[in-house]
Structure formats: C-alpha cells, structure tokens
C-alpha cells in the first residue's frame, strides 16, 4: 500500500501565498508522475499541475505563472507553491502519485486525502 499525505493548506487573503506538501510513502518501488488536482465545492475534480520524473511540468491555464509545482524524489514529496492567490482558487486540493508498487511491481495510482484551501476576498 501507498499512502500520500498533504499539508499545508489554510485560510488566506486574497493575494497572498500557502505552500502545499504531499509525502508519499509505503511500498514503493518508484514514482512516475506527480500532480495536483483541486475541487470547489460544486465542481468536478480538476488538474492543477503535474511533474514527471524528470521534472517536467505542466499547469492548468488558470494558475500559470502564479503557481509553481516541485517535488523531491529522495523524500518522494511534491510541493504545489501558490502565489498572488485568488478567491476562485478556493477548494479541496488533492495530492495523486503515479507509482510502481514494490511488492509486485505493478502501477497504481494513489491519491491523498485532500486539504481545504480556502482564499477570502
């Protein structure tokens, strides 16, 4: 099993910055792909950023050039940095990991258990 942990989310002025972690750990053998996904209330799931092994990335339109995603493949983390924050960035941000299990080396996908952004005009 694979569990991911995310931190760092909170209430915030509009404007402001919150920087989210997301820890991976269990039976790992490696990690491929990593993102961020975020849902409003309301809303369908949706991708904000992902980062390959390499260290790629890509990002959803909306959070160009004020959001930045890393990760740390020693500490199989990823961070989502989140700048000049906007009420509309409001939601349940989601930690995923594209991972080959140690165990059988099979690929999976696991997700984090969510943590509340909340942004205040």
């Known amino acids: 099993q694979v569990q991911l942990v995310e931190s760092g989310g909170g209430l915030v002025q509009a404007g402001g910055s919150l920087r989210l972690s997301c820890a991976a750990s269990g039976s790992i053998f490696s990690i491929n792909a990593m993102a961020w996904y975020r849902q409003a209330p309301g809303k369908q799931r949706e991708l904000v950023a992902t980062v390959d092994s390499g260290g790629s990335t890509r990002y959803a339109d909306s959070v160009k050039g004020r959001f930045t995603i890393s990760r740390d493949n020693a500490k199989n983390t990823v961070y989502l940095q989140m700048n000049r924050l906007e009420p509309e960035d409001t939601a349940v941000y989601f930690c995923?990991?594209?991972?080959?299990?140690?165990?059988?080396?099979?690929?999976?996908?696991?997700w984090g258990q969510g943590t509340q952004v909340t942004v205040s005009s």
């Open positions: 995923n990991a594209d991972v080959y299990y140690r165990s059988t080396y099979l690929r999976g996908s696991s």
